[in-house]
């Protein structure tokens, strides 16, 4: 059975419109805390990014879980990874986290973790949509859930970011500017770096509701870049808006994305032999790394799009290592889900043991050039039915021969069909990108 309101990363959508209304997510509290909460009264952590619309879905989640006859402990502003790392640690049945990423304000979703702090499965999400379709029931007044704050939730989640390094590392020296996207690490993401011994630039970090994600953060690196320039810094550390993807800059100012912070990290657990297997990308991810990996003697495997199937591929294979190009990196032996900071600080452990700058420790990869084109589409596209577009692949992958690759996929969270190019000359593959994108809209 197909799932019919939970994409790739939960429930997401416009405030207001569809799904994110106060009704359906009362109701969607009540149908996941009905189908995840086994015992009388288990408890549920809530937390949420910085979004105005939050405080309206946080009471509709609070009411519906109570209506279930669920506990809810509401953690306020805090980072998806953190609100995985407390439901594990405060032995709670479920987390939900109460965000919409790297999307802008006007938006919102709802995304759950598992007792152990991942992802749930498909057949959980399946359970709760069916618990959708049947009417609310609300247990006896005896039995109703109730809800109480958890204080010292973003103490708790500093002290274990701190942990996962080891206790001899200091941050004594560098300069780094933190951008946090005005979102959910605003109150965090600094305290980290900063209690580490680092002199901290924090950039992005005054929310107001409406301006997370805006011209900031992971989104906008050249921002970062920009501010590490204007400060001088050593390097920039930009987090997006739920606190799970991460981008940095060198004191250049240049980015360093998700696959050369991936091949940073792979390449410094293979020399200290704490790699465990090979490591899992996307077919995101650039043909650079793939090649720079097996230059280093890693394997590489390339899932789904999606930290999901990443996830799921490393556990398949007993790894713990992967990502994906936008920031997102996983490891799994320090955390269950996608965590910015704690991907940061592995960074900035390699650089201070090795005793170099971000700059030269990134330049054992080679990326290939790479366009990607955002194609706004109205409704879903079927492009593997579509002739038109898949004779100007075929026509594009045949142009690039074995040196570079061409992908398309419909986003799984938002209203767009991504084109993605990537080969050794940079002029042909924006020229075939820009081709292939004219076809498909022309097809939309």
Known sequence: MGRKFFGTDGIRGRVGDGVMTPDFVLKLGWAAGSA??????????????????????????????????????????MPTPAVAY????????????????????????????????????????IEIENRMERALEVVSADKLGKAER????????????KSTVPTHIRLNGLKIVVDCAHGATYHIAPSVF????????????????FNINEDCGANDPQVLGAAVLEHQADLGIAIDGDGDRLIMADHTGATVDGDELLFLIAQARKSENTLQGGVVGTQMSNLGLEHALRDAGIRFKRASVGDRHVVEMLQAHS??????????????????????IISALQVLQILVTAQKSLHEAKSGMYKYPQTLINIPVQSKIDIDSTPEIQQVVKDAESDLGESGRVLLRPSGTEPLVRVMVEGVDAMKVEKLAQHIAEQVSASC
């Not at 958890?150 to 970011?161: K, L, M, Q, S, T």
């Open 36 to 77: 995840l909460c086994t015992d009388d009264r288990s408890l549920v952590l809530i937390g949420k990014d910085t979004r105005i619309s939050g405080y309206m879905f946080e009471s509709g989640l609070e009411a519906g879980l109570s209506a279930a006859g669920a506990n809810s402990r509401l953690l306020g502003p």
């Open 150 to 161: 958890v204080n010292d939730a973003a103490g708790r989640y500093i002290e274990f970011c």
């Open 86 to 125: 407390l439901t594990r640690t405060l032995r709670a049945a479920a987390g939900i986290v109460i965000s919409a990423s790297h999307n802008c304000y006007t938006d919102n979703g709802v995304k759950f973790f598992s007792s152990e702090g991942k992802k749930l499965s498909d057949e959980a999400e």
């Open 319 to 340: 790894w713990i290592l992967g990502g994906e190009p936008s920031g997102h990196i996983i490891s799994l032996d320090r955390m269950t889900t996608c965590d910015a």
């Open 194 to 209: 900063t209690e580490l011994g680092a002199e901290v630039i924090s950039t992005a970090s005054q929310p107001n509701g």
